[in-house]
């Protein structure tokens, strides 16, 4: 959601899955992932998990080179049009915008369970 109430589909950086002739709909973010690929090639180390454990861009750091974009296996990490700089989902520092945001309700946060 923009500033002015308004919603920027293109500008999200979560994407939707369509699967079975356009039946089915999956929101699609960041994996968060472990051994993060964009973390590890940025060459200006950029790239940095937080205290939480989020995958995160420091935009000041960021270089634009869009290394981390081509790596991503999931594609979720973009350019940003504006600042030309890398940009992902980062959870909203544990509060998705989109979650709120999000006008049916068909959105929510579930972290995966760990392996006991």
């Not at 369509?18 to 060459?43: D, G, I, K, W």
């Not at 520092?93 to 392996?115: D, I, Q, S």
Request: net charge neutral.
């Amino acid at each position: 959601m923009d500033l002015l109430g308004g919603y920027l589909p293109g500008r999200a950086r979560l994407t939707i899955q369509h699967s079975r002739e356009n039946l089915y709909h999956t929101p699609v973010v960041c994996n968060q992932c472990e051994n993060a690929y964009c973390m590890n090639v940025c060459p200006a180390k950029a790239i940095k998990r937080n205290d939480q454990g989020i995958v995160c861009i420091d935009e000041d750091r960021c270089i634009g080179c869009g290394t981390c974009v081509e790596y991503c296996p999931i594609e979720m990490v973009k350019m940003d049009p504006d600042t030309r700089k890398a940009v992902k989902c980062e959870l909203c520092h544990g509060e998705p915008l989109c979650v709120k945001a999000c006008p049916t309700g068909a959105l929510e946060l579930v972290f995966p369970r760990k392996n006991r």
